[in-house]
């Protein structure tokens, strides 16, 4: 983008009213094109939040669609101002977001002042120095030597810090630069929720997004002694929290993130899996062909009927009757389906629990059970008949420890709720997963088995939205990522090994020092935080490098080079933060109150099931220096940076080389892969149809490919990854399940299949088009003998099961269980 001259003069003008911007120079040339402009102008860029100096000829971000989900955003110039009105002309590629017809004619909108905002950070390296500059302050007599460090990297987009980052450092504002939060376990009680959730809400309204594990909620019924009552459940309670999500904003049309989890042994673990169904064909599937009675129940509970009205039903006949030869119009069959059952099913509260991701923690008890196919209880702390000091015991201790199975190995009561088997639960997981993309999987003990944090005693309790960091309570993590497609030498089409150490070493001091750099509002947080100076350094650009060399991803030449990569990744890494402890000490859970108890401390760091993969020499000098930061590494999605840089967003492959993304900026906006235009334009032999094989998007990859490469990585990262196993449309549930138990054979912390299409709206499509479930045939998943049909109705408990029109269907509240049709 080429600003006018004349706008630098007058916006350089303006700048002087702010003393954190720094002023446009010839030099800079980094505005980015499209989607990215957008992205770096509305996220990342400081902006004149109060509109003073607004005037005309302005650029600014505004809101042209407004939308709960995809408020789409876009680019405009002012082109009058009338007291606090403003008539905006929105540049032509943000103008189809527009839906009023007098605005899509003229291109022009009115908006309030206080609707817009003006950027004044134009060009990436304005952010730079703005970033550089308050993270190397954090080094005194040597910030000069580190902003040119960092900066360099910076502008040269090696380095790529997350959005907290790019959005906060430098700005004295009280943002917090950390993009993962994970809360402790909710304290079971009125005042306890009521601090949970008011510490969330302060979280996410400075830009965090946090991780909740709700399993030391009582479940549905148990007694609350104190009112003589008794609990509305652990689900109703989560909702409430993830409602925040809608209400939070964090700046523009930015929204919270949250994730919230529950453990495999909770008895409200079938409810909270349901929860978020909200589509009527998964949930009447699930009567029709689950075993699981209290599967069935809560399956109907979600699904309300709504009868035909007599003139909709005459029509219906009508157009039914009219097109006998078109039986295979989907529109059709849903008539028919209306007629056979008298009405419409709907799922009750749709938008339940939708402000959060949720996941399931599974522990390694249950996927024996699955695997042996053996039965597994659902348990709670006995507290229907704990006596007042029980239940004092109770009060001060079961948030502090949070797993049930801790909680009766220390011969505390515990009460079963109910005996399932195992695969029941597994099944409703994994079918669930296919059909609408939730719950993921957390691998909970997998994580504390290789975590670091059990060398200084403390465990992992959720993730942070994205799954990419397991965190202790009140643990944190900033983020940032090294573009792996500029550490490609392009001629000899071999990764650049030297550079990759030499942009590793320098993110890992960055990120270290933003720790201290950051504001603080939560003392627990800020204790935390510089207790064990945890970071998470990633990657965007996997998919340009493999391209760049000419390897498959997914391949076992693919992954060999990956494996590579992660490996001097990782080594670098840990052997920075060993000399960093040499100049600015070891992290100091790792320090002990005397010199035997720090030795202790470290033997242990050493020896944690991340540690031992290690080479001997790197533990030998943690145990000889120490170490400055207690988990180094992760892989973020890095969707909007990565976007925004132009590569292939954390360790994905391109979803497609022209794709449609639907997000915080709006909704179906067309990206187009600039790999692809930069193979072509160096090979005019080559035409967009025939690309060489390796260049393989994400939708053409098996699972398996998928997850190849997730389990080779892993091996090196010592916090998680986020990573989404793509299969096509038509993926069967027992193929679901196959990947998410190949993940946990091959040491995963966790994962997400999805199905594509199987929500009805997705961040990327392959067209500006909604899915629809309809499209989907579940009939095949799964088979049910006429013979294990209830006789008595599932849902109504009253009605009996009869054949009508080829379809199993009550007679007392007409739902239909089975339909040949």
Not at 526 to 537: N, S, T, W, Y
Request: proline share 4%; with cysteine.
């Amino acid at each position: 983008m080429n600003y006018p001259m004349d706008y630098i003069e007058k916006l350089n003008q303006d700048i002087s009213c702010f003393d954190k911007v720094t002023k446009i120079t010839s030099e800079m040339s980094q505005t980015f094109e499209g989607i990215a402009r957008l992205i770096m102008l509305d996220r990342y860029a400081y902006k004149d939040l109060t509109g003073k100096t607004i005037t005309v000829g302005d650029f600014v971000i505004l809101t042209t669609h407004t939308d709960p989900q995809y408020p789409a955003r876009g680019i405009g110039i002012v082109e009058e101002v009338v007291k606090n009105q403003l008539i905006i002309h929105v540049e032509e590629e943000f103008q189809s977001s527009l839906t009023d017809p007098e605005e899509i004619a003229s291109g022009r909108v009115n908006r309030s002042l206080n609707e817009v905002e003006k950027p004044l950070e134009l060009f990436f390296e304005q952010i730079a120095i703005r970033v550089a500059k308050g993270i190397s302050d954090i080094d005194g007599e040597k910030k000069s030597e580190f902003f040119a460090d960092f900066y360099h990297h910076l502008t040269e987009q090696n380095l790529i810090p997350a959005g907290r980052v790019l959005y906060g450092a430098g700005t004295d504002t009280e943002v917090t630069y950390f993009n993962c939060y994970v809360m402790p376990f909710i304290h079971d009680s009125r005042a306890g929720l009521a601090k949970h959730r008011q510490e969330v809400m302060e979280i996410m309204s400075r830009g965090g997004g946090v991780g909740t594990n709700g399993s030391t909620l009582r479940p549905k019924a148990a007694i609350v002694h104190g009112v003589n009552g008794k609990s509305s459940g652990a689900i109703s309670w989560l909702n409430d929290l993830a409602n925040l999500t809608n209400l939070v904003e964090q700046g523009g049309s930015r929204r919270g993130a949250q994730m919230i989890m529950l453990n495999d042994w909770h008895p409200d673990i079938f409810e909270f899996i349901l929860s978020k169904i909200q589509n009527p064909v998964i949930l009447q599937r699930l009567i029709t062909t689950s075993k699981n009675a209290t599967i069935r129940q809560l399956a109907a509970e979600r699904l309300n009927f709504s009868p035909l009205a007599p003139n909709e039903k005459a029509w219906l006949e009508f157009f039914v009757q009219h097109q006998e030869n078109n039986s295979t119009n989907p529109f059709v069959k849903d008539a028919r389906q209306k007629l056979q059952i008298g009405g419409t099913y709907s799922v009750k509260d749709p938008d339940f629990l939708t402000g959060a991701n949720i996941s399931v923690c599974l522990t390694k008890e249950f996927m024996q059970a699955v695997e042996k196919n053996q039965t597994y209880e659902l348990r709670f702390p006995a507290i229907d008949d704990y006596d007042s000091s029980e239940m004092a015991d109770y009060d001060q201790h079961w948030a502090e420890i949070g797993d049930v199975r801790e909680w009766e190995a220390t011969g505390r009561k515990v009460k079963v709720h109910q005996t399932i088997n195992a695969r029941d639960l597994w099944d409703l997981i994994t079918y669930c997963a296919t059909y609408s993309a939730e719950p993921g999987i957390f691998f909970i003990d997998n994580a504390n088995e290789m975590t670091n944090a059990q060398s200084y005693g403390q465990k992992v309790v959720a993730t942070n939205p994205c799954g990419e960091q397991p965190l202790t309570p009140y643990a944190v993590c900033n983020l940032a990522a090294i573009n792996l497609a500029n550490m490609v030498d392009k001629e000899t089409k071999t990764v650049d090994f030297d550079k990759l150490a030499d942009v590793v070493k320098t993110s890992v001091r960055f990120q270290d020092n933003v720790i201290d750099a950051t504001p603080y509002f939560f003392k627990k947080n800020e204790k935390q935080a510089k207790g064990e100076r945890r970071i998470g350094l990633g990657v965007m650009g996997l998919a340009d490098l493999l391209i760049y060399c000419e390897k498959i991803y997914g391949s076992q030449e693919g992954n060999q080079l990956v494996d590579q990569i992660f490996e001097k990744i990782a080594i670098t890494a840990y052997e920075t933060s060993v000399a960093l402890a040499k100049e600015k000490g070891s992290f100091p859970f790792l320090i002990g109150q005397n010199i035997e108890e720090t030795k202790a401390l470290r033997q242990r760091f050493i020896e944690t099931g991340y540690m031992r993969k290690m080479p001997a020499s790197l533990r030998q000098d943690i145990l000889t220096y120490g170490i400055r930061n207690s988990h180094l590494l992760t892989v973020a999605p890095t969707g909007s940076t990565g976007t925004m840089t132009g590569v292939s967003t954390g360790l994905e492959p391109y979803f497609s080389f022209s794709y449609f993304r639907s997000g915080r900026l709006g909704k179906f906006i067309e990206v187009q892969a600039e790999i692809v235009e930069e193979y072509l334009s160096n090979h005019p032999e080559v035409d967009n149809e025939n690309l060489p094989p390796f260049f393989v998007s994400a939708m053409e990859l098996t699972p398996e490919a998928h997850v190849s490469v997730q389990c080779t990585i892993q091996r090196w990262i010592d916090s998680s990854i986020s990573k989404t196993v793509n299969a096509p449309k038509g993926y069967q549930v027992n193929q679901v399940a196959a990947i998410y138990e190949d993940l946990y054979r091959g040491g995963a912390k966790g994962g997400t299949v999805y199905v594509d299409g199987s929500r009805n709206s997705q961040v990327l499509t392959l067209e500006a088009d909604e899915n629809s479930f309809a499209e989907y045939d579940v009939s095949n998943d799964t088979e049910t003998a006429d013979d294990e049909i209830e006789e008595h109705c599932p849902i109504c408990h009253e009605g009996k099961i009869e054949e009508i029109g080829g379809c199993s269907t009550c007679t007392h509240c007409k739902v239909q269980l089975r339909c040949g049709l």
